[in-house]
């Protein structure tokens, strides 16, 4: 099911900010098989160094100038909608300064346990310079609330994620043109091909505001220029 082509790489990769999901990805349930999909993000923020050669054509990747993540998925399909968003290229609007210690992530969709689905939910996290605001809908005691809204325009895939928690807010708007996107061509253990149209790309642009809930009221963080995002999203047919 590949393109044609050839390609080969040597690189080294040094994983610098992990997301743990969390106990659905334990190693209990694992053993049990209680999800239809897991995820593992040991690489949300990566550090890639080395070459990448494709067509015999060279590329030199250093970490200066690129901004590498790395996950696994695994389990016996996909969810549907399909939502990953993630970039560590983050510009602070605000100070205008490079936030050089920070990543966030967005993913999910409709989640399934022992072969339920959980509704339209999604997992996230915000490294912000070094301190952890996670939205994670298993870590019910945080209040954790998710609302997304995915659209496919003529020429566009716009997100628009917002996730709160008893203590912090996230807000992500990113598009990416779809003249600069793959559709991904993944066939599931079962043999079947249910995604038909899953977009991704690491082109997409946007904002992320994070908020903390003091006083009773929410105050800005930071509002955060986003560039390099990797994302994704797709829905069965």
Same mark, same amino acid.
């Given at each position: 099911m590949s393109d044609a082509g050839e390609m080969e790489w040597d690189l080294t990769v040094r994983k610098q900010v992990a997301y743990h999901v969390g106990y659905g990805a334990s190693r209990f349930f694992r053993r049990l098989n209680a999800f239809e999909m897991f995820w593992h993000a040991e690489g949300m923020k990566t550090a890639f160094s080395g070459w990448v050669r494709l067509n015999g054509e060279t590329y030199l990747v250093s970490p200066d100038t690129c901004y590498g993540y790395a996950d696994k998925n695994w389990g016996g399909d996909f969810t549907s909608p399909w939502v990953w968003l993630s970039s560590n290229d983050l510009v602070s609007s605000i100070t205008g300064q490079r936030l050089r210690n920070s990543v966030f992530e967005v993913g999910g969709g409709n989640p399934k346990a022992f072969g339920i689905a959980l509704g339209r939910k999604l997992l996230g996290q915000f490294y912000y310079e070094g301190k952890d605001y996670e939205f994670n809908f298993s870590k019910f005691w945080t209040g954790s609330r998710t609302f997304f809204r995915c659209t496919e325009t003529e020429d566009r895939i716009l997100w628009k994620v917002v996730q709160t928690t008893f203590r912090a @807010?996230?807000?992500?708007?990113?598009? %990416?043109?779809?003249?600069?996107?793959?559709?991904?061509? &993944? !066939?599931?253990?079962? +043999?079947?091909? @249910?995604?038909?149209?899953?977009?991704? %790309?690491?082109?997409?642009?946007?904002?992320?505001?994070? &908020? !903390?809930?003091?006083? +009773?009221?929410?105050?800005?963080?930071?509002?955060?220029?986003?560039?390099?995002?990797?994302?994704?999203?797709?829905? &069965?047919?």
């Open positions: @807010r996230m807000e992500v708007e990113i598009a %990416c043109p779809k003249e600069e996107m793959l559709l991904i061509n &993944y !066939e599931s253990p079962d +043999g079947y091909k @249910r995604h038909t149209r899953l977009w991704n %790309c690491g082109n997409g642009f946007g904002s992320v505001r994070l &908020y !903390e809930k003091r006083r +009773g009221r929410w105050e800005l963080i930071d509002d955060v220029r986003a560039e390099s995002v990797g994302c994704e999203y797709g829905e &069965y047919a």
